[in-house]
């Protein structure tokens, strides 16, 4: 915490990790932030993610999605999959995003993609085309 008493990011993995498990959505919100800061570099950390990724809190399944995609492990990607269809748009978006990053079209990616790209949500279907265009040219 800060001299302010407001939470700030954990700084260690572990931290990061037990804060996933905490009943504050808030730490979850940061643990998932903190990861995804730390990208690939953190990929241990893929199986605590995606157990919080269907969490009750929509700003955690969002900065859970993230990091999944800043991570960039392709065995993320079924769950970042299901996230598409989650009813909050800042979930969709980052599911969308982070799979265009990790850039792994299997089995029913680039099809929940082409049906994104053509909701009413004018940043969520820029996400999906982005992750579209990525799937094409997956250098």
């Known amino acids: ?78 769950a970042l999959l299901a996230r598409l269809a989650d009813p909050v748009v800042p979930v969709r978006f980052w599911s969308a995003e982070a799979l265009g990053r990790i850039r792994v079209a299997g089995p029913g990616v680039r099809e929940a993609l082409e049906r994104l790209a053509r909701e009413d949500e004018a940043h969520v279907r820029a996400a999906a085309a982005r992750a579209l265009a990525r799937l094409r040219d997956p250098g």
């Open 1 to 78: 915490m800060s001299e302010t008493g407001a939470l700030e990011e954990p700084q260690d993995l572990s931290t990061a990790l037990a804060w996933l498990q905490s009943d504050d959505a808030r730490k979850r919100t940061l643990a998932a932030k903190a990861l995804g800061h730390q990208g690939a570099d953190v990929a241990s950390a893929v199986p605590a993610l995606l157990l919080v990724i269907e969490d009750a809190d929509p700003m955690v399944r969002s900065m859970v999605a993230s990091a999944l995609g800043k991570i960039g492990r392709p065995d993320a990607v079924p």
